[in-house]
Nanobody, 115 residues
């Protein structure tokens, strides 16, 4: 009943920007803690931004100052604005929703940053 759909990935040159979106279905979005993760080839999935239902957003050191995440509860969407992209940001990006015992993942969107 709860689904997440990411969009906005693509190919960009180093120093460029992309904006990812993650749209949720269902009725619990505003109560849910959201997160953005990424997984580079051959590496483990890492949390890069956590966006709680209430409170401040936290970022991994690797993206702090370059990435900004926000949520629009009316649109049931969370965004990840990525600026000053680097080749090491190349990865599959996933959004995640946590509510009570629910732990939902989107299908992911690919971001490739060329040097």
């Amino acid at each position: 009943q709860v689904r997440l759909v990411e969009s906005g990935g693509g190919l960009v040159q180093a120093g460029g920007s992309l904006r990812l979106s993650c749209a949720a279905s269902g009725t619990i979005f505003s109560l849910s803690d959201m997160g953005w993760y990424r997984q580079a080839p051959g590496k483990q999935r890492e949390l890069i931004a956590s966006i709680p239902s209430g409170g401040s957003t936290n970022y991994a050191d690797s993206v702090k100052g370059r990435f900004t995440s926000s949520r629009d509860n009316a649109k049931k969407t969370v965004y990840l604005q990525m600026n000053d992209l680097k080749p090491e940001d190349t990865a599959d990006y996933y959004c995640n929703l946590k509510f009570s015992r629910l732990d939902i993942w989107g299908q992911g969107t690919q971001v490739t940053v060329s040097s």
